[in-house]
């Protein structure tokens, strides 16, 4: 009786450890391709600068990407679109309403609106020289992506130029205006940042 129950306690104790620490390699637990996609995404976005927010942002879009690096810039690239576009609504919303009526303060709301919907142009032309770029080959693909390159590079200055704008404003206090504003293109700018870090990464071999 005894040997028997010892069996069984090791039955049951440990047999379930064992199966739980031996995980099976990789190429015997296939994975679903939205699972793998996910994991695609997540190594992608080591190379950006802000991997976390890279990948937040993006995995649920994992299906789309189709484990793609060129799908996955475009994705990213569409992203900061979306956020950049929503931040020049809300700066030209804080102009309208005459928020910072001061006049340093009015000056800095516009030309960030200003150069905010400059760098969503840029933006958007980014995404088109991505677009159809899985098509080509050699020398065109290059260009295509010194463009895109160029133009992210672009929208990045315009999104500093904004921040700066606010932050050179001086006026010692705290403009609640001037906080906002600053935190949100901040983020907007970790964007633009990955994303041009991911379409970096299509001629760096990365
Ligand atoms: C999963 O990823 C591996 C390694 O990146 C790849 O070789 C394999 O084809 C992928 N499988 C699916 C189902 O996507
Ligand atoms: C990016 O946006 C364009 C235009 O809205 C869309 O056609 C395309 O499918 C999107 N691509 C990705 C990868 O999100």
Do not use: K
Request: proline share 4%; net charge positive; hydrophobic share 45%.
């Amino acid at each position: 009786m005894l040997p028997n129950s010892l069996f069984f306690l090791f039955f049951f104790l440990f047999l379930p450890l064992v199966a739980c620490t031996s995980v099976p390699p990789p190429d015997l637990a296939p994975m679903s391709p939205d699972e793998n996609a996910t994991e695609f995404i997540r190594a992608r976005c080591v190379l950006t600068r802000y991997p976390d927010l890279c990948f937040t942002s993006l995995s649920s879009y994992a299906s789309a990407v189709r484990r793609s690096p060129v799908q996955l810039a475009r994705l990213a690239t569409n992203v900061t679109l979306t956020r950049l576009r929503a931040l020049r609504a809300h700066v030209s919303a804080l102009r309208r309403a005459g928020a910072g009526a001061a006049g340093r303060e009015a000056a800095a709301l516009r030309d960030c609106a200003e150069q905010l919907g400059d760098a969503a142009d840029q933006v958007g032309r980014t995404a088109a020289e991505l677009r159809g770029l899985e098509a080509l080959v050699g020398m065109e693909v290059a260009w295509r992506v010194s463009n895109a390159q160029t133009w992210m590079s672009a929208a990045l200055t315009n999104e500093d130029t904004c921040s700066d704008g606010f932050r050179e404003m001086g006026g010692g206090g705290t403009s609640s205006i001037r906080t906002d504003v600053c935190r949100r293109v901040g983020r907007v700018i970790q964007y633009t940042s990955n994303a041009l870090a991911l379409v970096n990464s299509l001629v760096n071999g990365g």
